[in-house]
């Protein structure tokens, strides 16, 4: 679409005009000057991000492809600047724009996009929610629209977004494959520092943010509840088990023994990693992501091996004290028996107290009254006087009971289409690698009752990627060769064109 765009006349290459290449250099040079001079590391900082940002935007604008690796990996270093450094600027906005920017590469770019994509179910339910959503905008009993706006974001904006990208452009199977190196490879780089946090020390910010702030949720019994560069334990040992969940599968699936101990190490370093976090709640999506992987195979044998893998490991867990002595695994065995969890209880505690004030609000508070948000920008507000502690909780009292009902069914919609796209399959790499996606995806489901996981980042975004790939994974689905015969005959041939 572009081949023939250009912002100068033709005349201008073919003249010789070397003064104006000097005169562009001497003033980006001096301008690069000034602001060293005068911001210091700052100017430095922008000196350099200036050009590499104008490179992305006409890169993103030429392959709006770019803008859905951008977002990935931004979804990892925004959380990550934000733990490091003390920014002022809302830096999270900058999924925004690449969202934006991405929407506008493909509507640039339309003639290459496949738009009957779109007549996908998953995208129709998904424009219904956010179109709910939108309708909260107008909630009565919401006294704030910037938060509306803070929070519809990971609620449906999104998810939406993504969604749009990935049933049009010409997604490969080499996309996901470096969709899997960039979340494992980020990961490992998260239980290496969480290591470093239990055992060599937090820096000056990380000391600082845990003494101010989150002593009182990070601290227990003197004990660090380690949170590498995430924004807090729970999210880092949602994280560290869905990509030991992820390991263990390809241990089962992959052949070659050196593959297997390969990642069987890293299930090993991520589950420390989760161990050192000490989230009980993220136990629950190997608990409930193993299972699902199993039912996603139909193969007896790999149940057979599934279950002789955690049998043992579940009843020492839940029947025994074995390694009690070692605080990690204590702690992990209480999110086994939530009745005799104070903090449990706790939450049943304030859940009553919120069924009482939302019984008349079908509809919920609002959207951006409660958790952060609600603190931040209607600290008076009854919504925001009771944390929500759960993700599904912080819908309900947002969106009400209308809001999470349909919520729910949307997430267990997407799961029976995946599914049964899933088991359609005959492409090897393909079942192993998509089963992995909806194994996790009902790990992260399930934990959201006890977490907020499935609206922060990188897990959201991580989230409304592989639901995506998982409900449309016959996509990719490689024509097979009839035995006997140099006839190549396709599996099964989507009603749309496969890329």
């Not at 724009?97 to 640039?108: A, F, P």
């Not at 660090?224 to 969940?245: H, I, K, Q």
Request: glycine share 8%; net charge positive.
């Amino acid at each position: 679409m572009f081949d023939h765009i250009s912002l100068l006349p033709e005349s201008f290459y073919q003249q010789k005009r070397p003064w104006l290449y000097y005169l562009v250099g001497t003033l980006a040079a001096l301008v690069a000057g000034y602001l060293i001079a005068t911001r210091g590391v700052v100017g430095s900082v922008l000196v350099v991000l200036v050009p590499v940002a104008a490179l992305l935007l006409i890169g993103v604008l030429l392959e709006p492809k770019i803008g859905l690796y951008l977002f990935v990996q931004l979804s990892f270093l925004v959380p990550c600047l934000t733990r490091f450094f003390t920014i002022d600027a809302p830096v999270g906005t900058s999924l925004d724009g690449i969202l934006i920017l991405t929407v506008v590469g493909i509507l640039l770019n339309g003639k290459r996009m496949n738009w009957s994509r779109l007549r996908h179910p998953v995208f129709y339910v998904l424009l219904l929610w956010f179109g709910y959503n939108f309708l909260e905008l107008f909630n009565p009993e919401a006294p704030n629209r910037v938060a509306w706006y803070v929070h519809v974001r990971a609620f449906s904006l999104y998810w939406l977004f993504v969604a749009f990208a990935i049933l049009v452009l010409p997604i490969t199977r080499l996309d996901i494959k470096i969709l899997l190196g960039t979340w494992l490879t980020w990961s490992f780089f998260a239980a290496m520092w969480a290591y470093k946090q239990q055992y060599l020390g937090l820096t000056e910010t990380e000391s600082a943010w845990l003494y101010s702030v989150g002593y009182h949720t990070h601290l227990l019994f003197g004990r660090l509840r380690c949170f590498s560069f995430y924004s807090d334990a729970a999210l880092f040992g949602a994280e560290m088990t869905s990509v030991t969940l992820v390991c263990l599968i390809q241990v089962i699936e992959q052949k070659k023994l050196w593959r297997k101990l390969f990642f069987l190490f890293l299930a090993l370093v991520f589950f420390w990693g989760f161990a050192l976090s000490g989230t009980r709640g993220a136990l629950f999506v190997l608990l409930a992501g193993f299972p699902v992987y199993l039912i996603m195979r139909r193969d007896f044998i790999k149940i057979a091996v599934g279950i002789c893998i955690a049998a043992p490991l579940l009843f020492l867990l839940m029947f025994t004290y074995v390694g009690n002595a070692n605080y990690e695994i204590y702690r992990i065995r209480t999110a086994l028996k939530p009745m005799e969890d104070p903090s449990f209880l706790l939450r049943l505690e304030n859940q009553k107290k919120l069924a009482n004030y939302l019984k008349d609000l079908p509809f919920g508070a609002g959207i951006g009254t409660s958790g952060d948000a609600g603190t931040r920008y209607s600290p008076d507000h009854f919504a925001a006087q009771i944390p929500p502690d759960s993700w599904y909780v912080e819908l309900w009292i947002e969106t009400g009971v209308v809001g999470v009902s349909f919520y729910i069914l949307m997430i267990l919609l997407i799961g029976l289409i995946g599914t049964y796209k899933i088991w359609r399959l005959k492409d090897p790499w393909l079942i192993k690698t998509m089963s992995s996606f909806i194994a996790v995806f009902a790990g992260i489901a399930l934990m959201g009752y006890s977490g907020h996981t499935m609206g922060q980042l990188p897990t959201c975004s991580l989230l409304f990627t592989y639901t995506m790939l998982f409900t449309t994974c016959d996509r990719w689905e490689k024509p097979r060769q009839k035995e006997g015969t140099n006839e190549v005959a396709v599996t099964r041939r989507p009603h749309y064109e496969a890329v």
